[in-house]
């Protein structure tokens, strides 16, 4: 199994910014994508941003214009670049990759909190 390590969460203003990273631990072998997701207390987990391997970006409608998801190859590494941020924006952040090392995998961060104050 791949674990992944996030990072960079925490408190800010409306209307700021924070950078979310997620990093494994080891190899991650051949991924076919990797994404963002949120949380809230009583809801369902909820797609935040994906890319492909081949750099393909998707995003949900309400963080589009506003959250950048981008890679850095070298370092196996994810980021999501957030601006913007709107109280909704609040909850567990968790990035995922799958792909294959071996056999097929679906790997989950921990999660990091993120809290956006009006």
């Known amino acids: 199994q791949v674990q992944l390590v996030e990072s960079g969460g925490g408190l800010v203003q409306a209307g700021g910014s924070l950078r979310l990273s997620c990093a494994p631990r080891?190899?991650?072998?051949?991924?076919?994508?990797m994404g963002w997701y949120r949380q809230v207390p009583g809801k369902q987990r909820e797609l935040v941003a994906t890319?492909?391997?081949?750099?393909?970006?998707n995003y949900a409608d309400s963080v589009k214009g506003r959250f950048t998801i981008s890679r850095d190859n070298a370092k196996n590494t994810m980021y999501l670049q957030m601006n913007g941020l709107k109280p909704e924006d609040t909850a567990v952040y968790y990035c995922?990759?799958?792909?294959?090392?071996?056999?097929?995998?679906?790997?989950w961060g921990q999660g990091t909190q993120v809290t956006v104050s009006s």
């Open positions: 995922n990759v799958r792909g294959v090392l071996g056999i097929r995998y679906d790997s």
């Open positions: 080891g190899s991650i072998g051949r991924y076919n994508a």
């Open positions: 890319i492909t391997s081949g750099g393909s970006t």
